[in-house]
């Protein structure tokens, strides 16, 4: 199985396509990936020289260098090292045969296409050898990369960038709108059902306490404090999963540590079966926020 899926270079300073390598494989998630490069692409310009895009399967490695950026589609089973030397091997390819005024003249797409072959062969060395034939390049790269190892980003830290790198950083950050989450899940439907309940639950606890709270007992206003802290959380949940904010994952997690320090200082008032019920309907949104990605833009290069 090959482990090098897809090669990719693109000018840094506005995401033009100089060349790119032909597959022939149908896989969802390498055309997902192929759909996220184009994206990359159009963020270089704010991105660290060396990154890499996680995903299920497959990942994304990118390396720019003097305004060119190499880009490539790797199976996960790749080590990052070796993904980086085949971008490293690339970079060597391409200068050899372009200078940089051919690069800045270039004004269409895949201006380049001579030099697709040149990818593929070294695409297919890398597969059937495993890695480079020069195993000190190997180990430079390795030294190289724990010295300075790659940023490791996030689809929504490229959007972030691509906003801030086209003018628009406020918008993003002001407003969640600004962003397209994908489609609310039924799963998703159910958790915004179950933290309505949860929330409602705590304000009319907490409501009632206030009566007797300020009759009767004083320091039971620690209680009516937290119920109404867990209906906010609750609330907050809501708004998390249906818009997209900066730093959700910080926010995910703060807001389901409060809910459990809550509901663990409301032990005696509520019993385990309510407690658990609070705190896993809790967990269930957080699973579902964080995994509730952004719309990838549809921004087709003709790959």
């Known amino acids: 199985m090959s482990l090098i899926l897809f090669a990719f270079v693109v000018r840094v300073g506005d995401g033009l396509p100089l060349s790119a390598s032909t597959d022939f494989l149908h896989d969802k998630e390498?055309?997902?990936?192929?759909?996220?490069?184009?994206?990359?692409?159009?963020?270089?310009?704010?991105?660290?020289?060396?990154?890499?895009?996680?995903?299920?399967?497959?990942?994304?490695?990118f390396l720019s260098s003097e305004g060119v950026s190499y880009m490539t589609v790797c199976a996960c089973s790749l080590p990052a090292a070796t993904a980086f030397c085949f971008l490293e091997d690339l970079r060597w390819e391409f200068t050899a045969c372009f200078d940089n005024s051919a690069v800045a003249l270039a004004s269409r797409p895949y201006p380049f296409l001579e030099f697709d072959s040149a990818?593929?062969?070294l695409q297919q060395h890398y597969n059937q050898k495993g890695g480079p034939s020069l195993e000190v390049t190997l180990a430079e790269v390795q030294e190289d990369l724990r010295t300075s190892p790659p940023q490791v980003l996030t689809m929504e830290d490229v959007a972030l960038s691509n906003g801030a790198a086209n003018g628009h950083v406020e918008q993003t950050a002001a407003s969640?709108?600004?962003?397209?989450?994908e489609p609310i899940s039924a799963p998703g439907i159910l958790s915004l059902v179950l933290?309505?309940?949860c929330a409602a639950l705590n304000l009319i606890r907490g409501v009632h306490l206030i009566e007797y709270t300020?009759?009767?007992?004083?320091?039971?206003l620690w209680n009516v404090v937290t119920f109404l802290l867990a209906f906010l959380c609750c609330v907050c949940q809501c708004h998390l999963y249906l818009f997209h904010t900066c730093q959700k994952k910080l926010k995910s997690f703060t807001l389901l540590t409060l809910i459990i320090l809550c509901n663990a200082f409301l032990f005696g008032l509520r019993n385990i079966w309510q407690l658990s019920f609070h705190m896993s309907v809790a967990c269930l949104s957080t699973i579902l926020t964080l995994h509730r990605k952004l719309l990838d833009r549809n921004m087709d290069c003709g790959v």
């Open 30 to 61: 390498l055309q997902e990936r192929k759909q996220q490069i184009k994206v990359i692409s159009k963020s270089l310009s704010s991105l660290p020289e060396r990154g890499t895009v996680k995903g299920n399967e497959l990942n994304i490695h």
């Open 119 to 121: 990818i593929q062969k």
């Open 195 to 197: 933290n309505i309940m």
């Open 176 to 181: 969640g709108q600004s962003q397209r989450l």
């Open 214 to 220: 300020f009759q009767d007992d004083y320091d039971g």
